[in-house]
C-alpha cells in the first residue's frame, strides 16, 4: 500500500504519453527518450530508476521544458500536467510553472546555488518571483522554509560555502518547495551525500512530501532509495520505460529481464553470494539503438522476433504492475 | 587465462561505431574535424598556405640576375611605376619591383616568426612546466626571473639587447624571442598547475614513471592546446614586432627586403607613391590576419565548450 | 596458517593546514594476510584514500611503519622503491581521471611494462598488451582506441589491465566500482574476483559501500575521522555491528528490499573536521549512545573476540 494513501487521490496529476525527445547534432540523432509513458496521481512518488544514458534527466528537463534546444528538442507525445499539455504552452506560460508548480532538485547542491547570494535571500528570490508578497514578507517565509528543513535561523544569512554538502542540499530543497509546488522532481538529490547525511536527506524529504502533500519523481540509480520513498516504481532502458509499477508488487515480482537484471547486479548485504549475476554487455549507444528491443543484445531470456519488433504495448502483470516485453505478449506466445 | 570471461566485449566503441580494428587516431583528429568547420579559420589557413607557397617560390617567381639577388634587381630608369602592367606591384625609388620584394619579404618574415616562437616557446615551456610541476623555491626564482622581464617594455628590451649585440636579423629575434618567453611560461605553468592535480599523474607515478617521463609523457601533452594557440597568435606578434623593429631600424639592413623594413624606407615617398606603402602594409596586415584566424580556430576546436 | 604480507603499525598521516594540522589517518594498525581482502569502509573524509596511498608511499607517512613481506618500505630507498612498485600496485576511482587522455588504450596498458623494463623486443610489448587485455576482457580491436571514445566500465577494465601488468601480489583497490552503473559494477567486481582467485592477489579494497565491501572482503575495518573504529571478519560485523558508528552507517544504507523493515539510526550533524580534533571519542559528538567518559577519553582498538575488535568505551568482551 503506498504510504499517504490518505492524501492521494484518483486524479492523475501528470500523465506523459509517448513522449520522445531527441538530441539532434551534427555527427547524427540522439535518441534520448522514446516513446515514454509515465503517469502519476497527486501525492504520489515515483521513482525513476535507470543507468547512465536512459534518458532519466532528459525526461525530467523535458516535462521542466528545459531540454537544451538546440540540440534537444520534444519530437512527439504529450506531457499532461493537471489538464494541461506542458508542450503546447508558450515558454512566457512555462515560466509561471516552473519553480512555482513544478520545481526540480539536481544532483550537486554546489553548482545549483549562486555562491554569492546568502541562502535565505536565495529562497525570497523565488518566492518574490511567484507570490504577491513584499520583501521582508519573502524572507520571513525563507526563514520559515529553512527551518522546516532544519537549518536555524541564525545560520539563514550565510553563504553556501559556508554549509556542508548535506545542508546545502537542505537549502535546494527548501527553494524547491519555497511556493509549494505540486509537482517535485528530484535528481538524484542524495548521490553527492554520504550514507549517514543521505539517510537524514531521505527522512527530511519523506516528512516535507507528507506535510506539503506533494507528487514526487525521484530519479535514482539507487533501489534501495526506491524501496525506502516511493510509493511506484518505472524501470528506463534505452529512453523508454520498460516495466512499471507499484513498489510493492513490481519489488516483489520484478517481470522484465532488465528489470531482473538490475536485482541480481547488487550485492545484497543480507546474505552471501559466491559471485554477481551482472547483465551482460554495456549500454546501447542512443546514437545507434539496437534493432527491434533495445534490451535484446544483453538479453538472456531474448527471442529470435525480440531483434525485430521492438514491443510497443504494456502487458498487465497485475492490476498496478505493467511491463513493455515481447515475452510475456500474446503474439508470441507468452512466456 | 581466465575460465569464464566477465564481459564479451562485442558492443560497439563508444560514439562512432565501428566494428573493425583501428588505426591510431588522437585527438588530433577531432580537433581537425571540428577545425575544418570553422570557415574564419580555413580563410586563415589558406592564406597562410599561400604564403608560404609565395616565399618557397620566390626564386622562381623573382629570379636572380648574374649580379644581384631577385629583390635587388634595381631599373634606375623605371623608379616609381604605378602598379600594373610588368610589375604588377610597381617599383620603388630604386626602380626595384615590389612584388619581387614582398615574395622575397615573405621567406624573410615567415623565417624570423618561426624562429622567434621556437625560441620562446621552447624556453618558456621549460621554465613554465619546471615551475608548475616543482612547487616551491624553484616555483618562486623561475616566476620573479618571469615578473621581471614582464616589468621591461619590450621596446626597451629588444632596443638594450640590439644595442649589446648589435643591429640584424639574429639579435632581433633573440630580442623578440626573449620578449615572448614569459607568455609562455605562465600560460604552461597554469596549465601544469591543474594537469599535476590528476589522477593519472598518480597512476604513473604509482608504475615507478620519474619526474622527466611524468612531465614529458604526462604532463605536456596535456597543456598542448593552450600551448599551440599561443604559439600560433604569438608566431603574428614576432613578426609584428620585428617589422617594428626593422622599421625603427635596429633590424634588418638594406638592401634585405623585410616588410617592415620596406615600410620605413618608403616613408619619404608616402604622399606622392602610395602603391611603396601599401602593399608591405597591407602584406604585413595578412599574415597577421590570417595566424590570428587560425589561432582563433585553434582555440575553439581544441576546447569546443568555449564557444557558444 | 596464513601468512602476512601487509602490516601497518601506529601509521599516521598528518597535513599542515592553517587552521592546525589536519589528522588524516590518525594511529592505524591492520594486517592483510596473502589472498585476502580487507575492506576499508569509511565516508568521505575519514581517510580510507589517504590510507591507501600512504601503504604504497604515493604519500608520505608522518609516522608509523608499513611493513610488506617482513620489510618496512619506509624506509626503501630508490632502487627499492622501484622494486616495490612492481609487487604493490592501485585501481584508482575516476575511470576519467586517472587515464591520460592523450594516450591510446595500449599505450597505457604498456607504460608500467616500459618504465620497469619487462618486454624485450616491441613484439614482445605488443604480446603482452593484447593479453593483458584479454586478462581484463578488453577486445584487442580497442588496443588503439583513446579512453575518452569509451564508457566507464571499460575504462576501468584498462586501469586494471595497468594495474596487473608488473604482475603485483598486492593491490590497493580505491573505490574501483563506485562511479560505475550496477549492471557494470557488478561485471567489475566479478572479474577482480576471479583475478584475486586466478592470481593469489591481495587486496585493500576502499569503499564507502558497505554491500561492495561485504561482497569482496574477508575482513573489514570501519574508519571515522581518521581512526579504525572496528574491525571484523566480513560476516558477523553485518549480524552485530557493535561499534555505535557502525550501527548507524548499516542502518543508513537504503536495502533494495520492500519487505525488510530496519530500525533507522539517525545519525544528527555532519562528519566534524579532522583539524585539531579534540581529545576524546572522535564519534562523541553524534554518539546516540554517548556518556561522560567518552568525551575526553579517547577509546583503543580492543580485542573483543578471536575475529574482533572495537574502540568504543561502551562494548566489552
Redesign the interface.
Known amino acids: 500500500m503506498p504510504e499517504n494513501t490518505a492524501q492521494a487521490s484518483n486524479e492523475a496529476l501528470l500523465d506523459i504519453q509517448d513522449l520522445s525527445i531527441h538530441y539532434i547534432t551534427e555527427d547524427g540523432t540522439v535518441r534520448a527518450v522514446n516513446n515514454l509513458n509515465l503517469s502519476l496521481k497527486r501525492g504520489e512518488t515515483i521513482g525513476l530508476v535507470g543507468e547512465t544514458g536512459a534518458g532519466k534527466t532528459t525526461t525530467a528537463l523535458g516535462i521542466m521544458r528545459l531540454v537544451p534546444d538546440p540540440p534537444g528538442k520534444i519530437v512527439g507525445g504529450r506531457i499532461n500536467f493537471a489538464g494541461e499539455d506542458l508542450t503546447q504552452k508558450s515558454d512566457a506560460a512555462m515560466r509561471n510553472v516552473r519553480g512555482k508548480r513544478i520545481s526540480m532538485i539536481f544532483q550537486d547542491p554546489m553548482t545549483s546555488l549562486n555562491p554569492v547570494i546568502p541562502v535565505r535571500d536565495q529562497i525570497a528570490e523565488v518566492i518574490l518571483l511567484h507570490e504577491k508578497v513584499s520583501a521582508a514578507e519573502a524572507l520571513a517565509k525563507a526563514e520559515e522554509m529553512l527551518l522546516k528543513v532544519g537549518i536555524r535561523s541564525e545560520r539563514a544569512r550565510e553563504y553556501p560555502h559556508q554549509f556542508s554538502g548535506g545542508m546545502r542540499q537542505r537549502v535546494v530543497i527548501a527553494i524547491a518547495l519555497a511556493c509549494n509546488p505540486e509537482l517535485l522532481i528530484s535528481d538524484e538529490p542524495t548521490t553527492a551525500l554520504d550514507v549517514t547525511i543521505q539517510a537524514q536527506v531521505l527522512e527530511l524529504m519523506k516528512n516535507l512530501k507528507r506535510e506539503f502533500n506533494t507528487s514526487m519523481i525521484m530519479i535514482t540509480h539507487d533501489l534501495g532509495i526506491v524501496a525506502d520513498i516511493c510509493d511506484k516504481v518505472a524501470i528506463m532502458y534505452a529512453g523508454s520505460v520498460v516495466e512499471i509499477g507499484d513498489k510493492y508488487d513490481l519489488f516483489r515480482n520484478p517481470k522484465h529481464p532488465y528489470t531482473i537484471g538490475l536485482f541480481n547486479s547488487l550485492p545484497d548485504i543480507e546474505k552471501d553470494e559466491d559471485s554477481l549475476k551482472p547483465i551482460k554487455g554495456f549500454m546501447p549507444d542512443p546514437m545507434d539503438l539496437p534493432s527491434g528491443c533495445p534490451f535484446h543484445p544483453r538479453c538472456d531470456v531474448a527471442k529470435p522476433i525480440c531483434m525485430q519488433a521492438a514491443p510497443s504495448e504494456y502487458v498487465n502483470v497485475s492490476e498496478n504492475h505493467r511491463v513493455k516485453c515481447l515475452l510475456f505478449s500474446d503474439t508470441t506466445g507468452g512466456e | 587465462m581466465l575460465t569464464n570471461k566477465v564481459a564479451v566485449d562485442e558492443a560497439p566503441v563508444g560514439v562512432n561505431a565501428d566494428a573493425k580494428p583501428r588505426k591510431k587516431r588522437s585527438q588530433m583528429h577531432d580537433v581537425w574535424k571540428r577545425f575544418r568547420k570553422s570557415r574564419t579559420a580555413m580563410f586563415g589557413l589558406f592564406i597562410i598556405i599561400a604564403l608560404i607557397i609565395l616565399a618557397l617560390s620566390a626564386e622562381i617567381l623573382a629570379p636572380a640576375d648574374a649580379i644581384n639577388p631577385g629583390y635587388d634587381i634595381q631599373d634606375l630608369g623605371n623608379t616609381f611605376a604605378p602598379p600594373g602592367g610588368e610589375h604588377i606591384f610597381g617599383t620603388d625609388n630604386f626602380g626595384r619591383d615590389i612584388f619581387a620584394r614582398i615574395a622575397h619579404g615573405a621567406r624573410i618574415s615567415l623565417y624570423v616568426g618561426f624562429v622567434v616562437v621556437s625560441i620562446s616557446m621552447v624556453t618558456g615551456v621549460t621554465l613554465g612546466a619546471l615551475s608548475g610541476y616543482y612547487s616551491g623555491i624553484i616555483d618562486n626564482v623561475i616566476m620573479r626571473i618571469i615578473d621581471i622581464l614582464l616589468a621591461i617594455p619590450f621596446l626597451l628590451l629588444a632596443v638594450s639587447i640590439v644595442a649589446a649585440l648589435g643591429p640584424g636579423l639574429r639579435n632581433v629575434m633573440i630580442a623578440v624571442g626573449v620578449a615572448g618567453i614569459p607568455g609562455y611560461a605562465r600560460i604552461v605553468r597554469a596549465s601544469v598547475l591543474s594537469v599535476r592535480e590528476q589522477e593519472f599523474i598518480e597512476a604513473a607515478r604509482s608504475v615507478g614513471a620519474n619526474n622527466f617521463r611524468i612531465i614529458t609523457r604526462h604532463i605536456l601533452p596535456n597543456c598542448m592546446a593552450p600551448i599551440i594557440v599561443q604559439a600560433t597568435m604569438g608566431m603574428a606578434g614576432a613578426i609584428l614586432s620585428a617589422a617594428a623593429l626593422s622599421f625603427i631600424g635596429l633590424g634588418i639592413q638594406p638592401p634585405q627586403p623585410e616588410w617592415g623594413a620596406m615600410l620605413a624606407e618608403s616613408r619619404r615617398f608616402m604622399r606622392d607613391h602610395w602603391h611603396m606603402v601599401m602593399f608591405p602594409g597591407v602584406a604585413i596586415a595578412t599574415v597577421i590576419f590570417g595566424l590570428n584566424m587560425i589561432g582563433d580556430g585553434l582555440r575553439d576546436a581544441f576546447d569546443p565548450r568555449l564557444k557558444k | 596458517m596464513p601468512e602476512k604480507l601487509l602490516e601497518v603499525k601506529n601509521l599516521k598521516k598528518y597535513y599542515k593546514t592553517k587552521r592546525g594540522p589536519l589528522h588524516a589517518v590518525d594511529d592505524i594498525d591492520f594486517t592483510i594476510n596473502r589472498g585476502e581482502t580487507l575492506g576499508l569502509v569509511g565516508?568521505?573524509g575519514c581517510g580510507k584514500s589517504t590510507t591507501g596511498?600512504v601503504v604504497?608511499r604515493?604519500v608520505d607517512a608522518t609516522a608509523g611503519e608499513v611493513i610488506f613481506s617482513g620489510e618496512n618500505i619506509l624506509n626503501y630507498d630508490k632502487n627499492k622503491m622501484?622494486n616495490f612498485?612492481?609487487h604493490a600496485?592501485?585501481v584508482?576511482?575516476?575511470p576519467f581521471?586517472?587515464?591520460?587522455?592523450?594516450?591510446?588504450v595500449s599505450e597505457i596498458i604498456a607504460?608500467?611494462l616500459i618504465?620497469?623494463k619487462k618486454a624485450s623486443s616491441k613484439q614482445d610489448l605488443h604480446k603482452q598488451v593484447l593479453?593483458l587485455m584479454?586478462?581484463v576482457?578488453?577486445?584487442?580491436?580497442?588496443?588503439?582506441?583513446?579512453p575518452?571514445?569509451?564508457?566507464?566500465?571499460?575504462r576501468q577494465?584498462i586501469?586494471i589491465a595497468?594495474s596487473l601488468?608488473?604482475k603485483p601480489s598486492f593491490i590497493v583497490q580505491d573505490e574501483p566500482v563506485s562511479a560505475l552503473?550496477?549492471?557494470?559494477?557488478?561485471?567489475i567486481?566479478?572479474?577482480m574476483?576471479?583475478?584475486q582467485k586466478?592470481m593469489k592477489l591481495t587486496y585493500l579494497f576502499i569503499s564507502?559501500d558497505?554491500?561492495?565491501i561485504?561482497?569482496v572482503s574477508t575482513n573489514i575495518a570501519v574508519m571515522y575521522l581518521g581512526k579504525i573504529v572496528e574491525m571484523s571478519d566480513y560476516?558477523s560485523i553485518?549480524k552485530d555491528p557493535l561499534h555505535p558508528y557502525t550501527k548507524?552507517?548499516l542502518?543508513?544504507?537504503?536495502?533494495?528490499?520492500?519487505?525488510?523493515h530496519r530500525e533507522?539510526i539517525?545519525?544528527e550533524g555532519?562528519?566534524p573536521s579532522p583539524i585539531s580534533p579534540p581529545p576524546g571519542c572522535r564519534f562523541y559528538g553524534r554518539c546516540f549512545m554517548r556518556q561522560d567518559v567518552c568525551k575526553d577519553q579517547d577509546p583503543v582498538l580492543n580485542q573483543i573476540s578471536e575475529t574482533r575488535k572495537v574502540a568504543c568505551h561502551l562494548v566489552k568482551k
Not at chain 3, 542502518?251 to 528490499?257: K, L, R, T
Open positions: 565516508e568521505s596511498r604504497l604515493l622501484r612498485r612492481e600496485q592501485i584508482f576511482q575516476d581521471a586517472s587515464l591520460n587522455p592523450r594516450m591510446s607504460e608500467p618504465i620497469n593479453q584479454d586478462t576482457g578488453l577486445a584487442a580491436r580497442l588496443e588503439n582506441v583513446y575518452h571514445e569509451l564508457d566507464g566500465g571499460r577494465r586501469g595497468r601488468a608488473l552503473d550496477v549492471s557494470i559494477q557488478a561485471q567486481l566479478n572479474l574476483d576471479e583475478l586466478e564507502h558497505l554491500g561492495v561485504k561482497h560476516a553485518f548507524a552507517l542502518s543508513a544504507i537504503p536495502v533494495p528490499n520492500v519487505d525488510v533507522r539517525i545519525l555532519d562528519v
